[in-house]
């Protein structure tokens, strides 16, 4: 073999090996990767009536623009997609119930491959609206309310507290108790608990004091009852008298009343600890103490269209209405 044809096959053959590297080289660059997904989520808490704003613009690829990659969005993260895939990185998205909800975002390449992304997000109750059910966080006793004038009632009396004895009083112990009319815990289901007057004002003598109202309530004032009284018709002339007072304005307050308020003639305990009256009278303590052992109350009968408004002795127990503040 000359030398020259030598040198030609080894030419030949360098050739060979780099193009053979360059070819690899080629493959290297071309080689696709998924595309990395990322997305933020405004806000991060809200309410059912919140409107959620996704953001994936974000997400990146090694070959693809943003503008090439496709977005999917499962809203609660449970495997099924709920948007189809979209060019859009952005989204929206409303809860229809509270809790936590985790989100999942599928971003796809033009060769698809896909990445994934969560977060997640707190959904709440929305805010309370009178006339809406009511339920307290403390024990998830649900109260129907009605708006009536200026003012927000509970619509139904507070049952809350654990039962005792109508033969004990209640006391100053860091927790609610309640009576059950004759003793009997379906009578609490039915008319709402019975209240001492310290132990429903939780040993305030502020007017409109919380007492055991839920958060966001609280034990109406005389005066907040005379509100009511003249909202129902009561003329201003009468609501600051005592005894009987003004004309039908009690039939509309009765349960079937006309106002929405829908009391309950649940009776109540004397301070001897019998349990009287029920089916008679609806009776009700106000925030409003007179005496060191009277408080301004309200009397609905049975038998009278009327209101009465009297003192009477803080160690009787009546229903409760809670005011929303
Ligand atoms: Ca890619
Ligand atoms: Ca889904
Ligand atoms: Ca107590």
Known sequence: MSILKCCFILLIISFVITSCKKDNNDEDQIQN????????????TGNTSTTFNFD???SHDDNDPLSSLQFRWDWENDGNWDTQFSNDPTSTHQY???GDHAIKLL????EGLSG?????VTVTNPPFQCGDPFTDPRDGEIYNTIQIDTQCWMSENLNTGNMINGNLDQADNGEIEKYCY???????DTYGGLYQWNELMQYSTNDSAQGICPDGWHIPSDFEWMTLEMAVGMPESEVVKSGLRGTDEGAKL???GSSGFEALLGGYRNNGGSFL????????FTSSHSTINLSWCRYLFSTKDQILREKFEKTFAYSVRCIKD
């Open 277 to 284: 009256s029920i089916g008679s009278y609806a009776t009700f």
């Open 96 to 98: 229809g119930t509270e």
């Open 182 to 188: 004759d003793n009997n815990e379906a009578n609490c």
């Open 254 to 256: 009765k349960a079937g």
């Open 56 to 58: 994936a613009s974000a």
């Open 107 to 110: 971003v796809q390449d033009t």
């Open 116 to 120: 994934t992304d969560t977060r997640q």
């Open 33 to 44: 990767n998924p595309p990395v997904a990322s997305f933020t989520v405004t806000p991060t």
